[in-house]
């Protein structure tokens, strides 16, 4: 069972910037593709931002030039840096494999002034 670790959450203003990480407890992380979800309050989750093991990305047209999905497979990290914050992305954030049935136990990102 591959474990999630979220990290990176918090409260931020409106137009502000967060980066998230996600460790992930295997050493064929590489192989894997990545993505990072969130779930709003009263809301389903949603696939934010997706990178496929060779590095290909995808968005939610919601974050669409405002998030960027990376990787470092040396350090089984996935990271979301999410710049010109919105009060609308607030919500618990989770990285996710679709390999995998693991969720880690997410991050809060909090924007509101």
């Known amino acids: 069972q591959v474990q999630l670790v979220e990290s990176g959450g918090g409260l931020v203003q409106p137009g502000g910037s967060l980066r998230l990480s996600c460790l992930a407890s295997?050493?064929?992380?590489?192989?894997?593709?990545m993505g990072w979800y969130r779930q709003a309050p009263g809301k389903q989750r949603e696939l934010v931002a997706s990178?496929?093991?060779?590095?290909?990305?995808n968005y939610a047209d919601s974050v669409k030039g405002r998030f960027t999905i990376s990787r470092d497979n040396a350090k089984n990290t996935v990271y979301l840096q999410m710049n010109s914050l919105k009060p609308e992305d607030t919500a618990v954030y989770y990285c996710?494999?679709?390999?995998?049935?693991?969720w880690g136990q997410g991050t809060q990102v909090t924007v509101s002034s």
């Open positions: 996710h494999s679709p390999s995998w049935t693991s």
């Open positions: 295997t050493s064929i992380f590489s192989f894997y593709a």
């Open positions: 990178i496929t093991s060779g590095g290909s990305t």
